[in-house]
């Protein structure tokens, strides 16, 4: 009955011993995987830092709505300038 135990009991060490390196493999499988991942998810994060950068250097130079308004704004006070010195000199 010892041997008869003792036969069961390596197959199940056996047993035991695959299914722990097989879990470990599928550990070590996954992490590589996920490290990858990260891997091209910091290439890509990377490159879209490099894009927003380039782009707030654009739009730092470029014609704004709000320098519309402000030009636009001193013309109307010039036009209207000229529209009163026009009604002055039309009444004399």
């Known amino acids: 009955m010892t041997e008869q135990k003792s036969s069961l009991e390596r197959h199940v060490q056996s047993l035991i011993g695959v299914l722990v390196v097989g879990l470990l493999g599928w550990?070590?499988?996954t992490l590589q995987t996920m490290t990858e991942s990260v891997a091209r998810l910091e290439e890509?994060?990377?490159?879209?830092?490099?894009?927003?950068?380039?782009l707030q250097?654009?739009?730092?130079?470029?014609?704004?709505r709000?320098?519309?308004?402000?030009d636009f704004d001193v013309m109307r006070k010039v036009l209207d300038d000229h529209a009163d010195r026009i009604k002055t000199l039309e009444k004399r």
């Open 27 to 29: 550990v070590g499988l």
């Open 66 to 70: 709000g320098d519309a308004t402000r």
């Open 57 to 64: 250097g654009q739009t730092r130079d470029r014609y704004t």
């Open 44 to 54: 890509k994060v990377a490159g879209l830092e490099r894009q927003l950068d380039f």
